[in-house]
C-alpha cells in the first residue's frame, strides 16, 4: 500500500502564493507517477500536474502552466505544488495521487488512471 497525506492548503488572496505537500508512507514512490488533482464543488476532479518521481519529469495541465511548479524531495518522500498568482477559480480541494508508471507522465492526466489518493487539503482563493 501507499498512503498519502495532503497538507498546506488554506486561505489566501488572489495574486498569493501556497506550496502544497504531499508525504508519502508505507513505501517508496519506485517507479510511480505522482499527479496532483483539484475539485470544485459541482464540478469533475481535474488534472492539475504530474511528476514521474524516479526520472524527475514532469506534465501539466494548461490552467497550471506558468503559475504552478510540481517538483520532488527524496530525501523526505514527498512532492510539492508551488502555486503562484493564484486566482479565484483556483479555488478547490487539492488531492494528490499515485500511480504506476508504465508510461511516460504526459499520459497521465486523468483521474482514473490513478490507484492511491490522499485525503485532500482545501485551498481558497479570495478575490
Known amino acids: 500500500q501507499v498512503q498519502l497525506v495532503e497538507s498546506g492548503g488554506g486561505l489566501v488572496q488572489a495574486g498569493g502564493s501556497l506550496r502544497l505537500s504531499c508525504a508519502a508512507s508505507g513505501r517508496t514512490f519506485s517507479t510511480y507517477a505522482v499527479g496532483w488533482f483539484r475539485q470544485a464543488p459541482g464540478k469533475e476532479r481535474e488534472f492539475v500536474a504530474v511528476?514521474?518521481?524516479?526520472?524527475?519529469?514532469?506534465y501539466y495541465a494548461d490552467s497550471a502552466k506558468g503559475r504552478f511548479t510540481i517538483s520532488r524531495d527524496y530525501a523526505v518522500n514527498t512532492v510539492y505544488l508551488q502555486m503562484n498568482a493564484l486566482k479565484p477559480e483556483d479555488t478547490a480541494v487539492y488531492y494528490c495521487a499515485a500511480k504506476f508508471a508504465y508510461r511516460t507522465v504526459d499520459r497521465y492526466y486523468s483521474s482514473g488512471d490513478y490507484d492511491y489518493w490522499g485525503q485532500g487539503s482545501q485551498v481558497t482563493v479570495s478575490s
Open positions: 511528476i514521474s518521481w524516479s526520472g524527475g519529469g514532469t
